[in-house]
């Protein structure tokens, strides 16, 4: 059974940084593809970055050059650094595993391919 836990939220002023950690147990980050996704009040969930098993990455525009997905297949854990954080980046950050079927690259991973979801962590970004 697959399990995703996340860890690291927290709130910060505007230009902080916080890591977001994510233990996967009964999946293997290194074989499947991960994501990052979040969602404030009153928005849909959108992907903020992904990571595949070579680990090329791929990121939202919003958070292109801030932001920076890893994993530690050793841990089998997967991380979201983010740095000069913005009022806007205030959401519930949920990490997220693809399924084995899917319709879409792992890069361009949709909701609709995530067949795991962890619970959320809040991130909140005061100016």
């Known amino acids: 059974q697959v399990q995703l836990v996340e860890s690291g939220g927290g709130s910060v002023q505007a230009g902080g940084s916080l890591r977001l950690s994510c233990a996967a147990s009964g999946y293997t980050p290194s074989v499947y593809c991960m994501a990052w996704f979040r969602q404030a009040p009153g928005k849909e969930r959108e992907r903020v970055a992904a990571?595949?098993?070579?680990?090329?990455?791929s990121y939202a525009d919003s958070v292109q050059g801030r932001f920076t997905i890893s994993t530690d297949n050793a841990k089998n854990s997967l991380y979201l650094q983010m740095n000069s954080l913005k009022p806007g980046d205030t959401a519930m950050y949920f990490c997220a595993a693809r399924g084995s079927s899917w319709r879409y690259p792992c890069l361009q991973v949709p909701r609709s391919d995530i067949a795991y979801w962890g619970q959320g962590t809040q991130v909140t970004v005061s100016s």
């Open positions: 990571i595949s098993h070579s680990g090329t990455t």
